[in-house]
């Protein structure tokens, strides 16, 4: 056991007894992929020690919002009730209830308080709560007194204080008040993105007062566009999450009302939709739907279903550790209804990413609500940072973990272990790179770096073995030398992020250590690059710039690059998909990408990456597109 194990294996003060060899290998200059900040969202504050990027008002609540006067309708989650419960829940003063849109406007304000990217969900069913007087019965069922209805477009001038007397109500509207108060999305207090509606499959069950019959594949696409067309007008800036659906059942035929009717060569409804949102688009001259947008609450089993709160045994644990590898782990099907009738579809993120790039390339992909329960159970934690670490490899644009228990002490320690890890908001880094384990099962690992600088590298690893701590090993490629560490962990003894306290040392790019059972470890490591045979060594001569930032149609890119070498530019977009590439550059240069053409129809705003290549060598610019 050399020096740097001695080390480590203090610190941590093991009990039990290493029965497993680990190896891991990590290489910071291959397999870059840039990590969307947003994939580290919540619709839930937690403890506001997370470090959140990106916040989303949704829920069932939702689709019965009135903004006009914050009336809202719980559905069959409570009595079909009409009534102020989301301006109680945000403890909104009583006097300002009434005010036009405080809920957003709360909700808004606190997301820039932080600089989060802000998710806002507009009323698409039908109805909206017209007032707050309890219960609403099956006889009051809209289009009744109980209601008003919900219109895309308002079709005359907007007014800053809203007609209470007409009986709608207006989501273009909406937009441009929260426009008028914020700025567009473009600017930095403007609202991000809005969804379109909330799980639109159920509204039978959960909403039978406002939408009682089956949502129908025709009658959804024909709402999404009619609503996108309305907010993109109010403002062009913004992006549009669709279709929010609930689950795998969703995906596959949404309610199979009319599915038969469209499935034509389609393999699921997601394909269906994809393809008619590019229809849209192609119509109208403009993207319509930017984000594809999804909710996974895993179906995997123990003893029982392991989001229930119930669901505490040794199986249930055992298949909560496993779940994430739904996700992305081809061949690996878990114990559910859906690991045995529907393998076609797993793993979840490479599937739903396939029928995008067949059927609308450049749509973003979001899951806007998940849970893996166990929030206050090590087990919990280790799939939150699991399924972080995921969506970060696997081009994931944004994600928003949904609360289900009261306590959740765990699934907050799985976030800030990659968001505030330190206790002064360190993070993992923003370029995903390569990184491997020999063990899927029981061990998980994920590294980034910041930009394209190497010289600080973060691995994150999983021990999930409930029972044994493990010998391990991580060797590091490439021409960047490590000296130096420090590792910052949780495990099954406690929920709070411990450090090793002081920098640890590296020999020779080769890491020993000792990772205690149940645990989450990130190693923030510090390096310095240097010059070794066969890789670039006059970097003086290696230059990429770009201007301007941000840019509304063109961007001139300038490189240089040392004698001979030959380079590559490749621009793409935050999920990885490259959108232009130029080939076989010497020397120094100029070429001016028009984002306006690219792929032909052009892309959608948003930022972007343009990275100059040549072997052993790579420089990333981030570069943000606004039409």
């Not at 069932?60 to 009730?81: F, K, L, P």
């Not at 909330?198 to 909403?207: K, V």
């Not at 090590?378 to 973990?401: P, Q, S």
């Not at 240097?530 to 890789?535: D, L, M, N, W």
């Amino acid at each position: 056991m050399n020096k740097c194990l001695v080390v480590i294996g203090i610190f941590l003060g093991f009990t039990n007894a290493l029965t497993k060899d680990f190896h891991f290998t990590v290489n910071p200059y291959l397999d870059r992929k840039p990590i969307s900040p947003m994939i580290y969202g919540a619709n839930q504050t937690l403890t506001e020690t997370e470090n959140w990027a990106a916040r989303r008002i949704g829920g069932n609540r939702m689709t019965g919002y009135n903004w006009e006067n914050n009336a809202s309708n719980a559905g069959e989650d409570w009595q079909n009730s009409s009534d102020n419960y989301l301006t109680w829940i945000n403890d909104i003063p009583t006097q300002n209830e009434n005010t036009p849109a405080i809920v957003l406007t709360h909700f808004i304000d606190l997301a820039n308080s932080y600089m989060d990217y802000s998710i806002v969900t507009l009323q698409m069913a039908g109805y909206v709560a017209k007032d707050k007087n309890g219960t609403v019965t099956e006889e009051e069922t809209a289009p009744s007194h109980r209601w008003n209805e919900v219109i895309a477009a308002k079709g005359s001038p907007f007014s800053q204080l809203p007609d209470l007397s007409d009986n709608a109500v207006y989501m273009d509207e909406l937009v441009n008040l929260l426009v008028g108060r914020y700025g567009d999305a473009a600017s930095a207090s403007g609202v991000k993105a809005y969804a379109l509606d909330n799980e639109p499959a159920l509204w039978p069950s959960t909403h039978p007062r406002i939408h009682p019959e089956k949502t129908g594949c025709v009658e959804l696409v024909n709402r999404s566009i009619e609503w996108s067309k309305a907010i993109k007008d109010v403002d062009p800036a913004c992006e549009i999450f669709g279709p929010v659906l609930f689950g795998l059942s969703a995906y596959i035929n949404l309610t199979d009302y009319d599915w038969n009717d469209v499935k034509g060569k389609y393999k699921w409804f997601i394909d269906y939709y994809l393809a008619e949102m590019k229809k849209a688009e192609e119509t109208n001259g403009r993207r319509l739907l930017d984000v594809l947008d999804v909710h996974w609450y895993p179906e995997a089993q123990g003893d029982e279903r392991i989001v229930n709160t119930s669901a505490n045994s040794r199986k249930d644990k055992e298949a909560r550790l496993q779940a994430p590898r739904t996700l992305w782990d081809k061949g690996y099907y878990e114990n559910s209804w859906i690991g045995q009738w529907f393998k076609d579809y797993l793993p979840l993120i490479p599937v739903l990413q396939k029928s995008i790039d067949t059927y609308y390339p450049g749509t973003k992909l979001a899951i806007t609500e998940y849970n893996y329960g166990g929030e206050n159970d090590v087990t919990g934690g280790i799939a939150t940072a699991d399924v972080l670490g995921i969506f970060g490899k696997l081009g994931v644009y944004a994600a928003c973990y949904w609360q289900m228990q009261d306590e959740t002490a765990y699934t907050s320690a799985g976030y800030k272990i990659f968001r505030n890890y330190n206790g002064g908001l360190g993070t993992f880094g923003d370029m995903s790179v390569q990184a491997a384990t020999d063990d899927k099962v029981t061990s998980s690992i994920y590294a980034s770096i910041n930009g394209e600088d190497p010289s600080e590298l973060h691995i994150i690893i999983l021990n999930k073995d409930l029972d044994n701590a493990a010998n391990g090993e991580i060797q590091i490629a490439g021409n960047t030398a490590y000296t130096s560490m420090e590792v910052f962990y949780f495990d099954a003894t406690t929920d709070h992020i411990r450090t090793s306290g002081n920098s640890l040392p590296i020999e020779n790019n080769i890491i020993n250590y000792e990772l205690p059972k149940s645990s989450v470890c990130h190693f923030v490591l510090q390096g310095t690059e240097t010059a070794i045979a066969g890789k670039i060594k006059a970097v003086e001569n290696f230059h990429l710039n770009t201007f301007p930032n941000p840019f509304n149609s063109t961007c001139h890119i300038s490189y240089k690059i040392p004698a001979g070498l030959t380079g590559t530019i490749k621009i793409y977009n935050m999920q990885g998909m490259t959108v232009e590439q130029v080939e076989n550059l010497h020397g120094a240069g100029k070429y001016s990408w028009d984002a306006g053409k690219s792929r032909g129809a052009g892309l959608a705003s948003g930022l972007y990456f343009i990275k100059l290549e040549t072997p052993g060598k790579t420089l990333i610019h981030k570069v943000n597109y606004i039409k």
